[in-house]
């Protein structure tokens, strides 16, 4: 994917589907990358929201669950998609991020033995539910996982927003409003997501899977507390992001009781190449 005068262009060297909101401001230098969920399950309602002015609402992009994206402003141009927001000192991110929706239901309700969204109160099919404790709170609850096909052209289109416009950090609307928003939640997996969008990750990088049941730890040593219970299964697929004696750093690219976005300690020679 290419970016020319702001606008979004594919591998094709085609701009994809441009509809541009009325919700938006002037003309600024986007410095962060912020991901949302549309907390709504179609691409049409969101595109239809984007457009309606009494929305006050919108983002430069929407991507559906097919990895279908709709641009809805260039990406020199403020979007409202942060609201009351604040990061390392700075305050209303709208002024100073680029947005992008991933249509995703986020956290569902349950109704008798179904899961639904709230919001357009469609059924989400139980094997796209997770049941998981968001970073910012304390008790369980479902969320909509979200689709392959997605997640890889979000990822594609993030590396090629930080790279255009030397970008400082990919965030959540989770870490810039974390009382009010719950968005991308943990069905998002943020840091593998944001490594491979800031060039963090490359074909250098080390993969591997454990060789049994391995503890992981908050720190390089067997007196640091574990982070999981029970351990890492066998076969857990990592990677290695640093190295510290006989003890590594990994990502875990699995979600592991319930938990996603894993970093921690294990014992490397517990570790296999793949």
Partial sequence: MQIKNHLLFDANDKQVTFKAT?????IYVPQYLVMHYTAATTAASAISWFL????????HLVIAQD????QFAPFNVVTWHAGKSEWKGISGLNQFSIGIELVNGGRLRQSGDKWTCPVDRCVVPNDEVMLATHKNESVQSAWHEYDGRQMEVAAVVAATLV?????KDVLGHEDISPIRKSDPGPAFPMS???SRAMGRRDETID????????NIRSGPGTTFSTLTTP???PATPVVVLKTESTWSFVDVQ???NGVMDLEGWVASKFLVKK
């Fill in 231 to 233: 351990p890492l299964p």
């Fill in 22 to 26: 009325p919700n938006k401001g002037g």
């Fill in 52 to 59: 309606t002015p009494i929305a006050q609402a919108s983002a």
């Fill in 67 to 70: 990895g279908t994206i709709t």
């Fill in 254 to 256: 699995a979600t592991v």
């Fill in 207 to 214: 993969e591997y899977v454990t060789s049994g049941e391995l």
């Fill in 192 to 194: 593998s997501f944001r």
């Fill in 163 to 167: 790279q255009a416009y030397n970008l």
